[in-house]
């Protein structure tokens, strides 16, 4: 079993700051991409950034310049840091990890329960 826990949602104003935490638990062997959906209420979950094991990053088009993907390969964690938020910015964010439990089994996808993230105008 596999655990990713998020932290750090709330509600912020317009232009304000925020930071996501996500940390992986359990039966964890390796850690390969890690990342970030997003889904706003009435609207499809779409990837925000993703970060791959050796540091390698990808942004959606609507978040580039503002969010910052990083990681922490030892401590089996993943940061999201929001600057410049908008009120469109407002959604359920979820945490995402393709983890292997063993050296010799396959990978598979894993998701946190997911943090409310509400911007005000």
């Known amino acids: 079993q596999v655990q990713l826990v998020e932290s750090g949602g709330g509600l912020v104003q317009a232009g304000g700051s925020l930071r996501l935490s996500c940390a992986a638990s359990g039966s964890i062997f390796s850690i390969n991409d890690m990342g970030w959906y997003r889904q706003a209420p009435g609207k499809q979950r779409e990837l925000v950034a993703a970060i791959s094991s050796g540091g390698r990053t990808n942004y959606a088009d609507s978040v580039k310049g503002r969010f910052t993907i990083s990681r922490d390969n030892a401590k089996n964690t993943v940061v999201l840091q929001m600057n410049s938020l908008k009120p469109e910015d407002t959604a359920v964010y979820y945490c995402?990890?393709?983890?292997?439990?063993?050296?010799?089994?396959?990978?598979?996808?894993?998701w946190g329960k997911g943090t409310l993230v509400t911007v005000s105008s």
């Open positions: 995402n990890a393709d983890v292997s439990t063993s050296r010799y089994h396959y990978g598979r996808d894993y």
